[in-house]
C-alpha cells in the first residue's frame, strides 16, 4: 500500500475558516517537481500545486515513506500486510 497516497494534510482556510485536505502525496510531487534542473516555477505562487512543498518537512516525509515500506516488508516476511483504518 502507497502510505502517501492514504494521508493528508487537513487545513482550514484563513479567509472563510473552511476546511480542506491537500494529499500528502501531492506535497510530496511538488518538492519533487522544484528539483528538476530548468523548472521555471521559481515562486512558490507561480504555480498552485508548488506552493504546498513547504506544508510539510521533505526530510520528514521521507523518513516516513522509508519507515513505512521497511515496517510493511517485515509484515511480509511474517505472512501479513498492514492496513491503514480511517480517522478523523
Keep these: 500500500m502507497e502510505l502517501m497516497d492514504k ?3 487537513s487545513l482550514t482556510c484563513g479567509n472563510c475558516r473552511e476546511r ?5 502525496a ?3 510531487m511538488s518538492q519533487e517537481l522544484l528539483k528538476h534542473e530548468g523548472c ?4 512558490p505562487d507561480e504555480y498552485p ?3 504546498w512543498r513547504d506544508l510539510l518537512p521533505e526530510d520528514d516525509l521521507q523518513s516516513l515513506k522509508k519507515s513505512w515500506e521497511r515496517i510493511e516488508a517485515d509484515a511480509a516476511k511474517a505472512n501479513g500486510f498492514l492496513v491503514l483504518h480511517g480517522a478523523k
Excluded: A, K
Design 49 to 51: 500545486p508548488l506552493n
Design 20 to 24: 480542506y485536505e491537500v494529499p500528502v
Design 26 to 28: 501531492d506535497i510530496e
Design 40 to 43: 521555471p516555477g521559481d515562486l
Design 7 to 9: 494521508l493528508y494534510l
